[in-house]
T-cell receptor, first 115, second 112 residues
Framework: EAQVTQNPRYLITVTGKKLTVTCSQN?????MSWYRQDPGLGLRQIYYSMNVEVTDKGDVPEGYKVSRKEKRNFPLILESPSPNQTSLYFCASSPRLAKNTGELFFGEGSRLTVL | ELKVEQNPLFLSMQEEKNYTIYCNYS?????LYWYRQDPGKSLESLFV?????AVKQEGRLMASLDTKARLSTLHITAAVHDLSATYFCAVEILGGADGLTFGKGTHLIIQP
């Protein structure tokens, strides 16, 4: 089954404790991206990657890191989480045809609470 | 900077009624996407609109795109309770590969 898999789905942590949210897709998509969703703000892009070893900042990259060492994986790293990073996080991928982002396929989401 | 505005942001309607959700955007684009999100769930792709005048229909939902007006609409015909969800439009800048910009979403409640 074609899917985007995120882990963990739910996490409660404390300020300053490093954490990683993993994302893996099995569709051989070139493009991967992370969004955060907050009430009243919709979805905002954190980072994206157009291919292996190519990453770039989205609209709200502060406090986050990413890496793309393999095509299928795109982990989101919070080096020192703070309460304002409490949010619902979505990983997404797309085949990126003709140099456009294209239709995104989303993971199930990871709900993160930072105390 | 691309801005995407949806309205209304909240809509409560009765079954069997018709209504339209609007999505306006600020920069030239001919690629627009509609997604549905159920509470606590992920986003599900509904429609992909890739040219001016594009119209797509699935069941009671119909989406259209007017690139000259920078406007897309999602029309609901004879609403049923199962269509209750949050609907997002998302726009892609022409020639851009830096992701989609989402509207804030329209929270739709359809009451029996």
């Amino acid at each position: 089954e074609a899917q985007v898999t995120q882990n963990p789905r739910y996490l409660i942590t404390v300020t300053g404790k490093k954490l990683t949210v993993t994302c893996s897709q099995n569709m051989n998509h070139e493009y991967m991206s992370w969004y955060r969703q907050d009430p009243g703000l919709g979805l905002r892009q954190i980072y994206y990657s157009m291919n292996v070893e190519v990453t770039d900042k989205g609209d709200v990259p502060e406090g986050y890191k990413v890496s793309r060492k393999e095509k299928r994986n795109f982990p989101l790293i919070l080096e020192s989480p703070s309460p304002n990073q409490t949010s619902l996080y979505f990983c997404a991928s797309s085949p990126r045809l003709a140099k456009n982002t294209g239709e995104l396929f989303f993971g199930e989401g990871s709900r993160l609470t930072v105390l | 900077e691309l801005k995407v505005e949806q309205n209304p942001l909240f809509l409560s309607m009765q079954e069997e009624k018709n209504y339209t959700i609007y999505c306006n955007y600020s920069t030239t684009s001919d690629r627009l996407y509609w997604y549905r999100q159920d509470p606590g769930k992920s986003l599900e792709s509904l429609f992909v609109l890739l040219s001016n005048g594009a119209v797509k229909q699935e069941g009671r939902l119909m989406a259209s795109l007017d690139t000259k007006a920078r406007l897309s609409t999602l029309h609901i015909t004879a609403a049923v309770h199962d269509l209750s969800a949050t609907y997002f439009c998302a726009v892609e800048i022409l020639g851009g590969a830096d992701g989609l910009t989402f509207g804030k979403g329209t929270h739709l409640i359809i009451q029996p």
